[in-house]
């Protein structure tokens, strides 16, 4: 398949080949995903075959605004409105229940489907989406082409990040290109992703509100909108036999490069200096820190992470950093990692994700 690559010219043409059942590889704020019309259980499950992604970790439904939450869901709890209000457009994705086809729905389906792709289940979103899950995850990107796009197509687009499963998500149309090309139907050109990491996930059908991944939305200016808000305990700690994270994809190994990672924990001098004891002179050891470290380590490749204290610039250029590791083709990564305040959070734990937890604390 030739991969068509648009600019941000196209968005119609991006938008009729969602319509017509194929795979648009869109920006967001945050990572590119890929996406597909989130009504058409056949376009859905190419996405799955496109990344190799395992058939039971559901994918997230894109909508241009808010009003468009009750197409798809029910029940849905003041807590959202009010998180929809503050941060969408944004990087935040909420969990929310899937709702049911009205009698008068199930009633026009027996007259026979609506269009090519219309499925006749009980609830309105396929179960290939949710994996058969009464939920759904769904979010508004604060990008302006990506929400056009959909505004475009008029139907919700599933998309999950745009990476080959287990791989770093993709930020920019190069990543996109390398993980996709030949794979997808086209991939629309809207330069690099601001956020860098992907978006916030929070249960609002649980009470307390539960955070399954920290991402672009902090967790603090959640509990400013929300008070109480908990932590899935899959965001920290790697899950024990026959434990089950809430958000599926938190259980497998993800965001890894070839190479195997190690993170060093603490202040940021001390792990740069413990990093700097333990390279090896005959291996080929990468090393990903902060700027301020950045020549601690000449003969060995490196990648900026940002300054020290700066979280937004760390999560912007982790999953850049990730793939550039494999382009040098390191034997070994070592990684400093930040603390856990604002976007500090989701940068550990893709860090933690992409090591398998395999962390040294200084
Ligand atoms: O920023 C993002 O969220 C990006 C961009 C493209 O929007 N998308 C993204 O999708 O990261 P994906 O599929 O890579 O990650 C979505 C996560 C998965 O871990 C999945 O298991 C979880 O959301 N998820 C989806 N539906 C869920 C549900 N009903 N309940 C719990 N977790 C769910
Ligand atoms: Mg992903």
Redesign the pocket.
Same mark, same amino acid.
């Given at each position: 398949m030739k991969t068509e690559l648009l600019t941000p010219n196209e968005i119609s043409r991006a938008a009729e080949i969602i319509k017509s059942g194929g795979l648009v590889g %869109?920006p967001?704020e945050?990572?590119? =995903? /890929?996406g597909a019309n989130g009504l058409d259980p056949v376009a859905v499950r190419s996405i799955f075959q496109a990344k190799g992604r395992p058939q039971d970790?559901? /994918? %997230?439904l894109?909508i241009p605004d808010p009003s468009w939450l009750e197409r798809c869901c029910e029940d849905i709890p003041e807590a959202a409105w009010r998180l929809a209000e503050r941060f969408w457009p944004g990087?935040l994705?909420m %969990?929310l229940k899937c709702r049911r086809r009205t009698p008068e729905e199930l009633e026009a389906l027996k007259k026979g489907p609506i269009c090519s792709c219309t499925h006749t289940g009980p609830r309105i979103i396929p179960d290939v989406v949710? $994996?058969g /899950?009464d939920?759904?995850?769904m *979010?508004c990107?604060a990008h302006d082409l990506c929400r056009a796009v959909i505004q475009a197509a008029g139907v919700p687009v599933a $998309?999950? +990040? !745009?990476n080959t499963s287990g791989r770093p +998500?993709p930020t920019s149309v190069g990543d996109m290109l390398e993980d996709m090309d030949g794979k997808i139907d086209a991939i629309l050109d809207g330069g690099d992703c601001q956020v860098g990491v992907? +978006?916030t %996930?929070i249960?609002v059908t649980a009470v307390p509100p539960r955070l399954? *991944?920290p !991402? =672009?939305i902090p967790l603090e200016e959640l509990r400013d909108v929300l008070g109480k808000v908990e932590l899935d305990p899959a965001i920290l700690r790697p899950m024990g036999e026959g434990e089950q994270p *809430? $958000?599926? =994809?938190?259980k497998y190994r993800h965001y890894a490069p070839k190479a195997p990672v190690i993170v060093v924990k603490g202040s940021p001098a001390r792990s740069a200096a413990y990093i700097l004891e333990h390279l090896s002179p005959t291996y080929w050891d990468g090393v990903i820190c902060f700027d301020e470290f950045a020549d601690w380590y000449p003969g060995h490749p490196v990648e900026r992470l940002g300054g020290a204290l700066d979280h937004w610039e760390n999560a912007r250029r982790l999953f850049h950093a990730l793939r550039a590791m494999d382009e040098a083709g390191v034997k070994r990564i070592w990684a400093q990692s930040p603390d856990t305040a604002g976007l500090g959070l989701a940068v550990v734990n893709r860090l933690d994700k992409a090591a398998g937890f395999h962390i040294v604390e200084v």
């Open positions: %869109i967001t945050t990572v590119y =995903g /890929l970790n559901p /994918l %997230i894109h990087p994705t %969990i949710t $994996a /899950l939920t759904v995850g *979010r990107p $998309a999950p +990040s !745009g +998500s992907e +978006s %996930i249960d399954l *991944r !991402g =672009g *809430r $958000a599926p =994809g938190m």
